[in-house]
């Protein structure tokens, strides 16, 4: 058996332990190319996009419906990006947090919540329907997406959307996450990024964790678990809102 052969049955029975090797080589190489930026993007935005455009290829490559880890070799990257990583992840962030800033936030932390989820669903909505999808699950679903890529399936699951405006939903939100990511830094200033009461407001009204966490990351690290925290928040309010009273409002306003 020769090296690669023997190189690929080691990584393929190891996925688990390979994906993390093959992540943290993703990491490495996407850190130095943030050093050619002087930090202006991030390397972990750099490093998310580097993983969409490895899923797409992995996904386009072998058919499948799983992205890089349809791929065998690669089959580890599917557990290590899974649920219970992410759960993980996002719990590991909130200990990060101070919770005396937290309550400094207070209402209008709620406020950020609620303008956020809503303000993304009306974008959504309204171009899901000038893009040719004028039923209202399509719209609902569309702008649910918007708010981020884990709300738009949830509410096209549970309103019976068609797969190709889940499929729409889900690229929505990811334009989004990688948007935010790469935008944050250029506006720190102009929206006051500094200190953590903001970073929780701005979290609270973009709500995507991906990329509220990999921009706050570029702007302060202190400032991410506070971002992240209320990030969180806003996509299990989009999910209990977009196919309950968002549904039932924007079904009322379309007859």
């Not at 993703?26 to 991030?42: C, P, Q």
């Not at 830094?185 to 979290?203: C, E, H, R, T, W």
Request: charged share 10%; proline share 3%.
């Amino acid at each position: 058996m020769d090296f690669a052969a023997m190189f690929m049955k080691v990584c393929t029975k190891n996925g688990l332990v390979f994906s993390f090797m093959l992540i943290g080589i993703i990491t490495l190489i996407t850190y130095k190319l943030s050093g050619l930026t002087k930090g202006k993007v991030h390397g972990s935005a750099i490093a998310i996009f580097a993983g969409l455009v490895l899923a797409y290829i992995g996904g386009i490559t072998t058919g499948g419906s799983k992205g890089l880890a349809s791929i065998p070799m690669f089959a580890g990257v599917g557990m290590m990006g899974g649920g219970m990583f992410r759960d993980f992840a996002i719990v590991s962030t909130a200990f990060g947090a101070d919770l005396r800033e937290i309550k400094k936030c207070g209402v209008v932390g709620v406020v950020s919540l609620l303008m956020g989820v809503l303000s993304s669903f009306v974008v959504g909505a309204v171009m899901a329907y000038f893009m040719g999808y004028p039923d209202v699950v399509s719209m609902v679903t569309v702008g649910a997406g918007v708010c981020t890529f884990v709300v738009g399936p949830v509410t096209g699951a549970a309103l019976g959307a068609s797969s190709d405006v889940i499929a729409i939903s889900i690229a929505a939100g990811v334009v989004k996450s990688v948007l935010v990511m790469i935008v944050t830094p250029f506006v720190k200033n102009m929206v006051g990024l500094d200190n953590p009461q903001s970073a929780m407001i701005y979290g609270g009204l973009m709500g995507t964790s991906s990329g509220v966490a990999a921009g706050l990351a570029a702007v302060d690290a202190k400032l991410v678990p506070y971002g992240a925290m209320t990030a969180t928040f806003y996509t299990g309010t989009g999910c209990l809102l977009c196919p309950s009273i968002l549904y039932l409002a924007t079904k009322a306003i379309m007859g």
